[in-house]
Structures are given as C-alpha cells and as structure tokens.
C-alpha cells in the first residue's frame, strides 16, 4: 500500500511562487514514475509535470520554464516548484506516482496507480 500526502499548497499572487511537496509512505521502492497533476474547476484533470525513471523530466507548455518537479529520494518526497505563477494555474494540485510510465507521447497520460488528496493553489490577479 502507498500513501501520498502532498502540502504546500496556498494562495499568492500573479508572479508569486509556491513550492509543492509529496511525502510518500508505504511501499515505494518500485515508484518509478512521479507526476504532478491538477485540476481547475469546470475543467479536465492534466498534467503539469512528470518524472521519469531515468530522471528526466517534462512539461507541456503551459507551465515550461516556470515549474519544476524534482525528488529527495532519501526523503521519498516529491517537490514541484513554481515560478511566475498565473491566475491560470488556480486548481487543486496532485502528486501522483506508478511503477509504470504515467506519461505517453507528448502531453498525453494516463491515470496513476497512486494518487494524493490535493492540495489547492490560488493564484490572483
């Protein structure tokens, strides 16, 4: 069994920043794939940013060169930092993992194995 438990989530505004984390307990040594994802209300879940078993990373474009996900292996968290945060990026954010590749080709995914609560984001204007 796997529990994610994400924080850091608040409200700030247009331009602001905000770090995100995701404690992981439980059996995770074969989590090989970490995800962010979120939610805005009236709007399809998608992801934001996703880590892949060989350390890589990737980010559709909406939040490219603005959000960074990363991971303390030692700490079993999962971070994503956000930079220059926009009204737009209000919604309910998710840490999410697998032991399988949650990220297809491009920007398309598929729902993990692992999901947390959320923890919500507000970005004013």
């Known amino acids: 069994q796997v529990q994610l438990v994400e924080s850091g989530g608040g409200s700030v505004q247009a331009g602001g920043s905000l770090r995100l984390s995701c404690i992981a307990s439980?059996?995770?040594?074969?989590?090989?794939?970490w995800a962010w994802l979120r939610q805005a209300p009236g709007k399809e879940r998608e992801g934001v940013a996703f880590l892949e078993s060989d350390g890589s990373t990737y980010y559709p474009e909406a939040v490219e060169g603005r959000f960074a996900i990363s991971k303390d292996n030692a700490k079993t968290t999962l971070y994503l930092q956000m930079n220059n945060l926009k009204p737009e990026d209000t919604a309910i954010y998710y840490c999410?993992?697998?032991?399988?590749?949650?990220?297809?080709?491009?920007?398309?995914?598929?729902?993990?194995?692992?999901w947390g609560q959320g923890t919500q984001v507000n970005v004013s204007s």
């Open positions: 439980g059996y995770t040594n074969n989590l090989y794939y």
């Open positions: 999410a993992a697998d032991n399988h590749p949650i990220r297809g080709r491009g920007d398309y995914w598929r729902s993990p194995s692992y």
